[in-house]
C-alpha cells in the first residue's frame, strides 16, 4: 500500500488527473470546503454545509450551503461522487450537533444517499478503518478500482486523532 505525502498537495493533483481523464458530465463534490477542485476539475459541481470564512486556502464559495439530507440531486446524475474528508467520525467540521456521525451506521447513513447520486464512480478519502471500506463495498457491491492509498496529514497530526492514517481510494458501481 502506497502512502501519500504529509501534504495533500499531490492528492490533490491525483484526484484532479484521475477525474478530469474520466471526461466527467457531472461530478458532485460532497462537503466542498474551500472548494479547490472548483477550477481544477470539469463540470463540477460544490456543496458544503457553511460557507468558509475567506482565506488563502478558499478558493471559491460552494454552489450549495446544504448537508447531505438537505442536497436536492437526482439518483444517478453524477458520473463522478467525490467525498474527500467528508464522511468521518466525530467530525471537527460539522456545523450542527444533529449532523454529527459517531458510528459506522451514521456513515452509512450519508452514504446511501451519495451512493444513489452516482452513475459510475465514488471517490473517497476517509478515516476509515480497512475492514470498513471492505464492508461498505460488499454492501453496495461496489468494486475497486485500483489500489487504496494509505497516507498520514498534517491535519490528522495537528488536531491529536487517534487514526494516524487515511485512505484514498475509488469505487465503480
Known amino acids: 500500500m502506497e502512502i501519500i505525502s504529509l501534504n495533500n498537495h499531490e492528492l490533490k493533483e491525483n484526484i484532479v488527473k484521475d477525474i478530469n481523464k474520466v471526461n466527467p458530465n457531472l461530478v458532485i463534490d460532497v462537503g466542498c470546503g474551500s472548494y479547490w477542485s472548483k477550477s481544477r476539475i470539469q463540470n463540477v459541481v460544490g456543496f458544503d454545509q457553511t460557507k468558509w470564512k475567506r482565506n488563502s486556502f478558499n478558493f471559491g464559495e460552494p454552489d450549495y450551503i446544504c448537508t447531505i439530507k438537505e442536497a436536492k440531486f437526482e439518483p444517478e446524475c453524477a458520473d463522478v461522487v467525490m467525498c474527500i474528508g467528508s464522511l468521518n467520525i466525530d467530525d471537527h467540521n460539522v456545523v450542527e450537533e444533529k449532523n454529527r456521525r ?13 451512493y444513489k447520486w452516482s452513475r459510475k464512480y465514488i471517490v473517497m478519502r476517509a478515516r476509515w478503518e480497512l475492514d470498513f471500506i471492505e464492508e ?17 496529514t498534517e491535519h490528522e497530526t495537528q488536531w491529536n486523532y487517534k487514526e494516524k492514517y487515511s485512505y484514498y481510494w475509488w469505487w465503480e458501481k
Open 136 to 152: 461498505v463495498a460488499n454492501l453496495y457491491n461496489l468494486k475497486l478500482v485500483g489500489e487504496i492509498k494509505k497516507f498520514k
Open 102 to 114: 459517531w458510528t459506522n451506521e451514521d456513515i452509512l447513513s450519508d452514504f446511501d444517499i451519495i
